[in-house]
């Protein structure tokens, strides 16, 4: 019976590996890039520190009476680490550190009454803060909670003001009460820092989003991002969608995006659904279909229509040789891309049909054609942008309607193929040539890429670079601006 239930747990475990959805996107952030991010998470909770805001505090000890007041950081030392916390997220510890504060006091002995400032020093700070990194129910990255231990060995405080040598002695009285207030502080304020503002920082990065007016794309995670010693690990969806049917996309039958390197700060993993489901989006959405004719036709082409179906236009109507042609091209079906380690590439087949234009008349069609296509594909990243460059690379064309036709194309093949590359391919190129974003916040670019080709997929390893700090980006995310370089 024990085995029996063994083996239904060991189908039942590979029967869900073999239905997850495996990702389209795939992103590594590496411990190279966490220590990029040390300097700027620290200055960042410098900040946060320096805004604790402290109660007034009034206290008695026998003759003794007190009251403190405007409690003010002014000056953090902190020797500060920030480090991957293997499946759980990040861990930021703080250890032997110093706060100094200014603050305000009144002081009242017997007949004597006193005011004046004091600066006191926070030593021996140790601050322990894990975390917890999860996907939320919307696909986001999102802290959803946070460990956070405080602690501050001692305090001193050093008196100013006409009897400020006298109160030295009394000093243990302000500094224990300064001592456990400031130290109850400390957690509340990076609790506010993580789950509130950082959280805020992460909702800059794009889950479901318009790409353009055709098609938009859908960056959720599709699990808990893996945490080791050495790295983050985020698989994301990588699907493009078509605006006008959303729940009409592409199944990822693609090989699943590999990622082994370490090198770099970050790397990003892209398989080959990732560019079908954008094919297929733009397909979905009518994009590849197109008119060629009247200001739009090359003279040239129209040229080598004409003398290539002349027969056929003195057939229909002699009147006919001196009107406009026109193609009508339209893709078949979705085109596929293929990434092997010799680079990346994209299939299209597509209908043409080649019309005469008669004035006040139905427009008489001469041939239909069929025209395959293979363009080298040429991937590269800007900042945070993902950018093709296409090359027509190989051209046939051929008839539907007769070989003998297809052998009378040849001609055309070479002329063809030239005038598609000057014509048709820029104004593609022109129209992509933006990109696509990349599931990367606000504020972060990538810096120094290099794209590899690999079977099935490409991977752009790269490092990172902060335009600006958090803080300025988290007031820009409250203020409702958005990050112009995406």
């Known amino acids: ?21 495996p990702p389209g996107c795939r992103i590594r952030i590496t411990d190279r890039g966490l220590e990029m991010l040390k300097a700027e998470t620290k200055r960042f909770v410098e900040e946060e520190l320096s805004n604790i805001s402290m109660p007034e505090m009034q206290g008695k000890e026998g003759r003794f009476q007190y009251t403190i007041k405007n409690v003010k950081i002014t000056e953090l030392n902190l020797t500060s680490d920030l480090r991957f916390q293997p499946d759980v997220g990040l861990l930021f510890e703080v250890q032997n550190s110093s706060i100094t504060l200014n603050f305000q006091r009144r002081i009242l002995y017997w007949l004597f009454y006193d005011e004046g400032s004091i600066n006191a020093s926070a030593e021996g700070v140790n601050i322990f803060t894990v975390l917890h990194l999860i996907k939320d129910q ?58 509130v503002l950082v959280n805020q920082l992460l909702e800059t990065i794009p889950v479901r989003t ?110 006919f040789m001196d009107h406009p042609l026109s193609l009508e091209l339209e893709v078949k079906s979705p085109p596929r891309s293929t990434i092997k380690t010799s680079g ?52 046939t064309i051929f008839s539907d309607q007769s070989v003998f036709e297809s052998l009378a194309l040849i001609p055309l093949q070479s002329p063809l193929k030239t005038m598609l590359q000057l014509s048709a391919v820029p104004l593609i190129n022109n129209y992509i040539k933006r990109g696509v974003q990349i599931p990367l916040p606000d504020g972060m670019d990538f810096i120094e890429e290099v794209v590899e080709y690999h079977n099935g997929y490409i991977i752009v390893g790269a490092n990172l670079h902060f335009r600006t700090g958090l803080r300025e980006i988290i007031e820009k995310k409250l203020s409702g601006e958005t990050d112009n370089s995406i």
């Open 138 to 195: 919307d696909g986001r990255l999102k802290i959803a909670n946070i460990t956070c231990d405080a602690f501050i060995t001692k305090m001193r405080a050093r008196f100013s003001g006409t009897l400020g040598r006298v109160y030295d002695f009394i000093g243990t009285f302000l500094t224990t009460g300064m001592r456990f207030v400031l130290n109850k502080q400390i957690c509340p304020a990076l609790n506010h820092a993580a789950l």
């Open 1 to 21: 019976m024990g085995v029996l239930n063994v083996s239904v747990i060991f189908l039942l475990s590979l029967i869900t590996m073999t239905l997850a959805e």
């Open 210 to 319: 318009e790409v353009d007016s055709y098609v938009g794309i859908d960056y959720s995670l599709l699990n808990d991002p893996v945490v080791t010693e050495t790295s983050l690990d985020m698989d994301f969806r990588g699907m493009f969608y078509d605006l006008k049917n959303e729940n009409e996309t592409l199944v990822n039958n693609a090989v699943n995006p590999v990622l082994r390197e370490y090198d770099r700060m970050v790397y990003l993993s892209l398989s080959e659904y990732f560019f079908d489901s954008g094919l297929f989006s733009y397909f979905k959405g009518g994009l590849f279909q197109t008119q060629i004719a009247n200001e739009r036709m090359p003279k040239d082409l129209e040229m080598l229509l004409r003398t290539t179906y002349m027969g056929k236009i003195m057939m229909l109507d002699p009147a």
């Open 344 to 395: 990346a590439s994209v299939a299209v087949s597509c209908n043409v049909k080649v019309f005469v234009l008669p004035p006040g008349k139905p427009a008489a069609q001469l041939s239909s054609l069929t025209m395959e296509g293979t363009f080298n594909a040429e991937v590269a990243m800007k900042g945070k942008r993902l950018t093709i460059h296409l090359d027509l690379k190989k051209f």
